[in-house]
Structure formats: C-alpha cells, structure tokens
C-alpha cells in the first residue's frame, strides 16, 4: 500500500532554504528583464492540447469536449499571445514571463518533471542586434545570481538542415538523424554514398569547439547565402558577448535541437558540474494568418540554477530576540535583511542562529556575522 506521504516520480516538495532561494532569484531575474524593457506577461496553466509536442500531461474531458494540457513549455504561449492580442503593438515586441511546466516524462538529464521556467522573448525583429541583446540579458541574468563557471554553447539547425536537403530522402534521414543523436560519425559516413554529402557532413561535426579552433571548417559551410549569412552571424556574436574570464564560449553545429519552433540559431548555458541545462534559446518563426515574423528568445530552468547556484547574492537572514524595537527591525529590513524571530530567550544565539540557517545573528543591538 503507497504510504500516504509519497509523491509521484519526477515531482518535488521546495521546502525552505530552495522554496525561498528559487523565488528571490525569480523575482530578481523577472525585475532585471522589466529594468532593460521587458514587459511582463501571465499565461495560464491549462492550454488547449495540440499535435506540436508529445510529452504532455493530459487532462480529462467529458465526450465531444476538447481535449485540454497542463502547459508544458511556456514559449508557445508568447507565440500565441503575439500572434492574437498583442498582433498590433508595434515591434520590437519584448516580453518576459514565468511560470511551473508540467511535462508527462522527465529525461535523462532533467528527471523533473514539473519546474520552473523564467524567460524572455524579442518578436518581430530579424537582426542579429537583437539576438545579442537576449543572449547577453540571459548571460548577465545568470551571473547577477552567483552562476559561475558558464559555458554558453552555440549550435544552428540550418546548416544540417541543409545537409538533409541535399540528400532528399526520408528514410536515410531518420536512420541519419538517430546516428547524429549520438555524435555516431562513422556509422553516419557509412550510409552515405556521395563523396560531397561525406564532406558537408564531416565539415559540420568538426565545427564543435572554441571559434578559434573550428574557423577553417565553419568557412567551408558557406554553401549558399542562407549558410554564409549564418557564419557571419555566429562570428558577431561570439565577438559580442562578453563573458567573464572563469566562462567560455563554444560552438557546435553537430547538435539536434528538440524543440521543433527553433528554427536557426539556438544557444544553451551550462554550468560546470551541474546537470542539465541552465537556460538556452534561440530563433524562430511565428506564423498566422496576417504575418510572418522573427523572434528570438531564451528560458532560466530553475531546477538546474538551483543546482548551479553559490547562494552568494540571496537576501541576508538575521536572528533576532522577538522583543527587539521596532525602530530596529525596520532599519534591518531597509538593509536588506530577512529577519527570523525567537519567541523565548536564549543561552547561545550564535547556535541557535546556524540551527535556522540564518547567516547573522543580533546581540545587544548589535549585527554579528556567523
């Protein structure tokens, strides 16, 4: 019999310390995208079910109703948005959200299967302006939370999608997209016949690594406009983000994006020894009936930044008497501190301090640091 107090697989309780940590670090990411011209926007948690992505948790109708989702990704919520209420504001349109996802299976890297996402999107705008200017918001998000040791990986669907063009068929496709998958190179050569199929494909999984060191091949990728005006395109960026000296930039045009609304460039975050993706994004199209428009964007997953975090920058919790005035619980509270009361006198408050995860403690009036 399951006990009463079990839950689901890939489900958590945030009890505390990571309950507390995860909504600073929402509120402080949310309130930097809104100082740099990000308007916040809600969505809800149920969506209509559609044929656009498979891992959904479905929920039950009555006959001839239609079938309804707990939302499982929230970018296609700001497509939709975009492309109905908001369809005449004038673009750029710049909007920031947040908001749990619930999705029916977790993966290998990210087992969780409910989390939180906090992101941003630039609709209507083609320049590559644009597409510096999320990624550095993403980059600069990150850091101002205490993520260190960031790798930011660029990957593009277009130069593969290009590969599986010239090839044209369906069937060879699938089996080489499995190989892909798994970085399996040779195996993928051997299904090939066309000596110029072989190089465009060896070309794009030698393009993975620091630009410095992949130039030569990433040049020989300029196979038509579309292809040459990515090339010049990921060259600006790398030469535009700015990163600290512990982060680093890499490039790999080998990787399968899952997603199937990217469609060009996308980039991802990680951080060192954490699993998992720390935020990542990209290009896309948005489709309806009036228009056609560019966008590009980004999601924080909050489970990995959690994981990834060095707590450094969250709001500093003080013990204190219960009985302490007013005058001086206000001013800590203008200092930034979080104050944590005791209702009954102590022998050792220093002790009782580190029991409550405080990192400083009040005594005679005075603020100690543990």
Not at 346 to 362: E, G, Q
């Amino acid at each position: 019999m399951r006990s009463e107090f079990l839950i689901p697989p890939g489900f958590k309780d945030h009890v505390s310390f990571d309950a507390y940590v995860e909504h600073e670090y929402k509120n402080n990411i949310i309130k930097f995208f809104r100082s740099n011209g990000f308007d916040l926007v809600k969505t809800p948690l149920i969506d209509f079910l559609d044929s656009s992505n498979h891992n959904n948790f479905l929920i039950a109708n009555k006959k001839n109703e239609e079938s309804l989702k707990i939302r499982n990704d929230i970018t296609p919520q700001i497509i939709r948005i975009a492309s109905s209420r908001l369809l005449n504001k004038s673009r750029p349109l710049k909007l920031c959200y947040y908001g749990e996802v619930v999705r029916k299976n977790g993966s290998m890297l990210r087992p969780e299967r409910q989390f939180l996402q906090v992101g941003a999107e630039t609709i209507g705008s083609n320049r590559i302006e644009a597409d510096i200017e999320v990624i550095n918001l993403a980059y600069q998000s990150l850091s101002k939370i205490g993520i260190k040791e960031i790798t930011l990986e660029f990957s593009s669907k277009i130069f593969l999608r290009k590969f599986f063009k010239k090839i044209n068929q369906s069937k060879l496709e699938k089996k080489l997209t499995e190989l892909i998958k798994i970085k399996d190179l040779n195996n993928c050569l051997k299904l090939l016949k066309n000596e110029e199929d072989k190089s465009l494909l060896l070309n794009i999984f030698k393009c993975t690594g620091e630009l410095k060191t992949i130039k030569k091949f990433l040049d020989k990728l300029k196979v038509d406009e579309e292809t040459e005006t990515e090339v010049k395109n990921l060259k600006k960026l790398v030469s535009k983000i700015e990163l600290s000296k512990l982060d680093r930039i890499n490039i790999d045009l080998s990787e399968l994006d899952e997603k199937n609304y990217h469609d060009g460039l996308k980039f991802t975050f990680f951080s060192k020894n954490v699993r998992g993706e720390v935020a990542s994004g990209g290009r896309y199209t948005i489709k309806n009936k009036n228009k056609t428009e560019t966008a590009t964007g980004f999601t924080c997953f909050m489970d990995t930044v959690l994981r990834a975090s060095s707590f450094e920058n969250i709001a500093k919790k003080i013990l204190l008497p219960f009985n302490t005035d007013k005058k001086i619980k206000n001013n800590l509270i203008k200092k930034g501190f979080v104050l944590f009361s005791i209702f009954q006198a102590t022998s050792d408050i220093k002790r009782d301090a580190k029991k409550f995860n405080c990192n400083y403690f009040l005594k005679n009036n005075l603020i100690k640091k543990i």
